[in-house]
């Protein structure tokens, strides 16, 4: 088993940044955010797997960077200029697998964290 605790969630207004941080209990190869708000389907945000390879969504390319440190088991969320339409409850999640953009565009991973809240004001 894989725990994952999110955290660095906070309310911001439009053009801020904030970043979230993920402990995990042990390593995995691949490791992504994803977020949810109401109304709207669970979008993979961001993924990293074991050596580095990333993938974003479209949506945050360019404002989001996603990072790992290994020696810490954590999984980072850099996230600028943040828009309200960012606003989302914020998982993280581990996979032991291979695949890792694949994983982060179907949601396929074995271990999610709770969330952290998100929310950006105008």
């Known amino acids: 088993q894989v725990q994952l605790v999110e955290s660095g969630g906070d309310s911001v207004q439009a053009g801020g940044s904030l970043r979230l941080s993920c402990v995990a209990s042990?390593?995995?190869?691949?490791m992504a955010w994803f977020r949810q708000s109401p109304g709207k389907e669970r979008e993979g945000v961001a993924s990293i797997d074991y050596y580095g390879v990333l993938s974003y969504a479209d949506s945050v390319k360019g404002r989001f960077t996603i990072s790992r440190d290994h020696f810490k088991n954590t999984l980072y969320l850099q996230m600028n200029t943040l828009q309200p339409e960012d606003t989302a409850l914020y998982s993280c999640?581990?996979?032991?697998?291979?695949?890792?953009?694949?994983?982060?565009?179907?949601?396929?991973?074995?271990?999610w964290g709770q969330g952290t809240q998100v929310t950006v004001s105008s």
């Open positions: 042990r390593s995995t190869y691949c």
């Open positions: 999640a581990a996979d032991g697998g291979s695949d890792c953009e694949w994983r982060r565009l179907h949601g396929r991973f074995d271990y």
